[in-house]
C-alpha cells in the first residue's frame, strides 16, 4: 500500500485523486493476495478497517481508471477464511440456513454478512492447489510470505517448490 500510495498526488484546488500510471507500471509489486485463515469470525474484527479503508481505496483507483479511460487492474484482493464452520454445514441463523441468510444479505448489500467487506468470506480452509494455480497463471513470479502454524506452513512450502514461488516464512509477532 505504501508504493501505491508513494505514486498518487491530490489537485490542490479540487481534491482529486490522480495517479502515476507510468510509475505503477514500472514497481515491482504489481499484486498482494492477502489470504486470511481464521477458526473465529471475531479475530478479523481488528483488522476490518483497515481492510474496508484499502478496499475502498482500491474501489476509488479503479473509478479513476475508467474515468480516464486506462485498463483496470486490481493492486490487492482479500481471500479470508472462517473455519469454524465448514462448507455444507447448515450453519442457522436463526431458523434459516446460514448460506441463504448470507447470499440474501450479500445480494441486497453488496457486502459479506460477517465482515461488511465486499469481499465475500469463504467457509472452510482454502484449498491451497487451486489458488496457487490461479496465482501461477496470473503472475510471472511470485513471492508467498506466511506466518502460522507448521502443518499450513509445510503444505505452503510444498505447494512454493512445486510452482517455484519462493517462500518466507514469518515467525508468530
Not at 481505496?57 to 464452520?85: G, K, M, P, W
Request: proline share 2%; with cysteine; glycine share 2%.
Amino acid at each position: 500500500m505504501y508504493q501505491f500510495r508513494e505514486q498518487q498526488y491530490i489537485c490542490q484546488n479540487c481534491h482529486h485523486i490522480n495517479y502515476d500510471h507510468e510509475a505503477i507500471v514500472r514497481r515491482k509489486l504489481k499484486k498482494v493476495d492477502f489470504i486470511w485463515v481464521n477458526r473465529d469470525v471475531e479475530n478479523f474484527s481488528w483488522f476490518l478497517q483497515l481492510l474496508t479503508d484499502f478496499e475502498n481505496e482500491q474501489i476509488a483507483y479503479l473509478q479513476a481508471l475508467t474515468s480516464e479511460n486506462t485498463v483496470q487492474q486490481r493492486y490487492i484482493d482479500f481471500h479470508l477464511y472462517f473455519t469454524s464452520l465448514k462448507r455444507n454445514d447448515q450453519g442457522m441463523i436463526g431458523n434459516a440456513p446460514y448460506d441463504l441468510v448470507s447470499n440474501i444479505y450479500a445480494k441486497i448489500s453488496n457486502r459479506d454478512i460477517l465482515t461488511k467487506l465486499k469481499t465475500k468470506t469463504i467457509l472452510g480452509r482454502p484449498h491451497w492447489p487451486s489458488l496457487f494455480a490461479k496465482f501461477k497463471a496470473e503472475h510471472e513470479k511470485t513471492n508467498v510470505f506466511f506466518t502460522g502454524n507448521h502443518s499450513m506452513g509445510n503444505e505452503i512450502r510444498h505447494l512454493c517448490d512445486q510452482y517455484k514461488f519462493m517462500y518466507h516464512h514469518e515467525p508468530y509477532f
